[in-house]
Every structure is written in structure tokens, then in C-alpha cells.
């Protein structure tokens, strides 16, 4: 079966750092990826996705994702965190071609220090 | 476009009762999918519509949880005799199901709690 783990639960970055969440997916088949952003409260916002194609995907507010198959790998970054990116992020894996449902990581809740 | 609604946004009950929480997708969108998730956690897949028909169902969706999408446009969800454990953040998407690559967009969550 499908899986996504984000090992880290929370991370801290100072305003104006760069930023690396981390990803990893289990999936037989060639994966479609996403990652989501959901601020306290909220629902989820679609920041970027991956089905194919070239490996390093641009998103919303900066964002962007790189696919590794070799590492099972789908990593979000970012050059420079605004304070406004302190958010909980989601990586998301849809099992499969014409998938019906996401499978969701646990999370990486991310804190901006000044 | 206006996105994914869905109401209310907070709802508390008494365990027992039964709740009712509704979701109106994006007006073009064909599927519509409910979530469930519960704090520190991310979404569940609950269940998928593609248009009027149910044709998926998780196993965390027991037999006290019944939705519907009864013209293919938007879908409730119910919960008959509430428990502690219901309470979550119950989340629908919709999709437009095209070449096998649609992509979810979320609305802002119904939050239960039962007391």
C-alpha cells in the first residue's frame, strides 16, 4: 500500500532563511504528488504538484519541489521564508493513474522566528 | 471561480446525536471526495463521489456514517449517534476528472466536536 512519511513534526527558520521539508513516499508505480499548505483552522491550499515531466516543480508563493525517484523523494523549498509561511505542510501521494483518493503524511508544522 | 464551501464551519453536539454537515464543490467539478482529520494528523480518505455514484468507501467510514450526492452537484455527509471519537475536522474536495491527473482542492472543514 501507499504511504507518505514527513520525518520532521516541526521545524523552526529564521525570517529571510532558506527552507527544506523533507518527504519521502512508498509507491510501486510512478507517483503523483502533492504538496499542501493549511493554516490554523483551515482547509488545505494546493501549493504544488507532480505527475510527470520535468522533476523540479514551481508552486504558489515561492514554493518549489523536487521529485527523486532514486530516494522515494519529494522535497519542498524555499529561498526565503516570509513570517506569513508558518503554516502545517502536507505531502500527498495519489495511488493510482486516475486516482481516487490522496494518502497524507502526518505533517511538518512549520514556526518562523524574527 | 468560487472554491469549495462547505457548513457549517463548527459544530458542536451532544454524543448521541446526529449531525449533518454539507459541501458544495467547485460548480464544474465531476468528483467529490470527504476527509476526516483528527488533531496532529493529516486528512483521512473517508469516501469518493464521480457524480451522483458513491464508488469508493474507507474502512474508517462505519455504518453510523452515510453520505450522499443526490444530483451530482453537492454532497452531505451524516453522522447518526455521535461519539467522542467523531470529533475531527471533516474536509470535502472536489476534482474535474480529466486524463486520469485531477487534482483536489479542499474546503475550509466542518470542525465537530461531541461533548
Known amino acids: 500500500a501507499q504511504s507518505v512519511t514527513q520525518p520532521d513534526i516541526h521545524i523552526t527558520v529564521s525570517e529571510g532563511a532558506s527552507l527544506e521539508l523533507r518527504c519521502n513516499y512508498s509507491?510501486?508505480?510512478?507517483?503523483?504528488l502533492f504538496w499542501y499548505v493549511q493554516s490554523p483552522g483551515q482547509g488545505l491550499q494546493l501549493l504544488l504538484k507532480?505527475?510527470?515531466?520535468?522533476?523540479l516543480v514551481q508552486g504558489i508563493k515561492g514554493f518549489e519541489a523536487e521529485f527523486k525517484r532514486s530516494q522515494s523523494s519529494f522535497n519542498l523549498r524555499k529561498p526565503s521564508v516570509h513570517w506569513s509561511d508558518a503554516a502545517e505542510y502536507f505531502c500527498a501521494v495519489g495511488a493510482t493513474p486516475g486516482f481516487q483518493k490522496l494518502v497524507f503524511g502526518t505533517g511538518t508544522r512549520l514556526l518562523v522566528s524574527p | 471561480d468560487t472554491g469549495v464551501s462547505q457548513d457549517p464551519r463548527h459544530k458542536i453536539t451532544k454524543r448521541g446525536q446526529n449531525v449533518t454537515f454539507r459541501c458544495d464543490p467547485i460548480?464544474?467539478?465531476?468528483?467529490l471526495y470527504w476527509y476526516r482529520q483528527t488533531l496532529g494528523q493529516g486528512p483521512e480518505f473517508l469516501t469518493y463521489f464521480q457524480n451522483e455514484a458513491q464508488l469508493e468507501k474507507s474502512r474508517l467510514l462505519s455504518d453510523r456514517f452515510s453520505a450522499e450526492r443526490p444530483k451530482g452537484s453537492f454532497s452531505t455527509l451524516e453522522i447518526q449517534r455521535t461519539e467522542q471519537g467523531d470529533s475531527a475536522m471533516y474536509l470535502c474536495?472536489?476534482?474535474?476528472?480529466?486524463?486520469?491527473?485531477?487534482?483536489?482542492?479542499f474546503g475550509p472543514g466542518t470542525r465537530l466536536t461531541v461533548l
Open positions: 509507491y510501486g508505480a510512478t507517483p503523483y
Open positions: 474536495a472536489s476534482s474535474f476528472s480529466g486524463a486520469g491527473t485531477d487534482t483536489q482542492y
Open positions: 507532480y505527475f510527470s515531466g520535468d522533476t
Open positions: 460548480s464544474e467539478h465531476n468528483r
